[in-house]
């Protein structure tokens, strides 16, 4: 694996991968890498001959008060892991080489309808750094795919509307949620938690699985549905943001007469300092 820090440089190897007709895949990340990363890069490698992964800790898509400047950085043993999974190229820039300017004062990328919604709505500003980041390292790599993660469902939704609103010719693949044995999502964030949070943690997924269930069973009545799985979050010990059956596709609520439309359900919800999301599909509305 080569690792480098610069736009030449990365321009200049894709160059020649180009030159020798091989496709790209890319695999964005801020670092702190598990289990799940890897898989991206692992999918990655079954979509072209040659990957890239980047590592970024993207200031643009933090609010005031979030853990930016305490996100872990652990570029050695990310390095180490991704050599490990055969990685061909890490791109690893400076903050200056993706924002030259103050972050008020460089062109953004929003995408509207996707992004003031379920985690939009308490992250306003989430979004539109992450649209804006990842079209700059589109731009900057030039991959012919790019792998996200489904457990992020609505920034998968976010970039592929992105991608086609912008005709970037980039095909986007989605890689499914990896779970630790007990269900809980696989997020740099659980090492927040303590070894008491983490045992309750996997509730979340639990809660998924519940009212998906519900749902096949019959119950219709969203609002109770998602009520019911707030309170017995918060009788868990969280502090629920959202728990909410949305269309998969568009992220909006369903309609009674929307009788063919996958849905899934989302949640996030804090557990001390970390702050969880995950999301369960559960098939169509009943006709």
């Known amino acids: 694996m080569r690792t480098v820090h610069t736009l030449t440089e990365l321009r200049t190897q894709v160059a020649a991968w180009r030159r020798s007709g091989e496709e790209v895949a890319f695999a964005p990340t801020m670092g702190n890498l598990h289990r799940g990363h890897i898989r991206l890069v692992e999918r ?19 609010g005031p008060n979030e853990d930016y400047a305490g996100y872990p950085r652990t570029l050695d043993e990310d390095s180490r ?14 903050l200056a080489d993706i924002y030259p300017r103050p972050l008020e004062d460089m062109t953004q990328v929003i995408v509207p309808g996707f992004t003031t919604v379920l985690c939009g709505a308490s992250r306003p500003v989430h979004f539109g750094g992450v649209a804006t980041v990842v079209t700059k390292l589109f731009n900057m790599v030039q991959p012919d795919i790019a792998v996200f ?10 970039i592929r509307r992105m991608t086609a609103d912008l005709n970037i010719p980039i095909q986007i693949v989605g890689v499914p949620t990896v779970r630790e044995e007990d269900g809980l999502a696989m997020s740099s964030r659980n090492g927040y938690l303590s070894a008491e949070q983490r045992a309750v943690a996997p509730t979340l997924y639990a809660m998924l699985q519940t009212t998906a ?9 969203v609002a109770i549905l998602e ?15 959202y728990f909410e059956i949305r269309h998969a596709e568009t992220l909006q609520r369903p309609a009674p007469e929307d009788m063919a439309v996958d849905l899934r359900i989302f949640a ?20």
């Open 44 to 62: 990655a490698r079954q979509c072209a001959p040659r990957t890239v992964a980047s590592i970024f800790v993207n200031p643009m898509q933090f």
């Open 81 to 94: 892991q991704l050599a490990e999974a055969r990685l061909d190229l890490l791109f690893a820039p400076d």
């Open 149 to 158: 993660g489904e457990k992020d469902w609505q920034q998968l939704m976010v």
């Open 213 to 221: 269930e519900r749902w096949r069973q019959g119950e219709r009545d």
């Open 227 to 241: 009520e019911d799985a707030r309170a017995q979050l918060r009788a868990a010990g969280f502090r629920p943001d």
């Open 268 to 287: 996030a919800a804090w557990l001390g300092r970390a702050r969880l999301i995950d999301n369960l599909a559960v098939g169509h509305l009943p006709s």
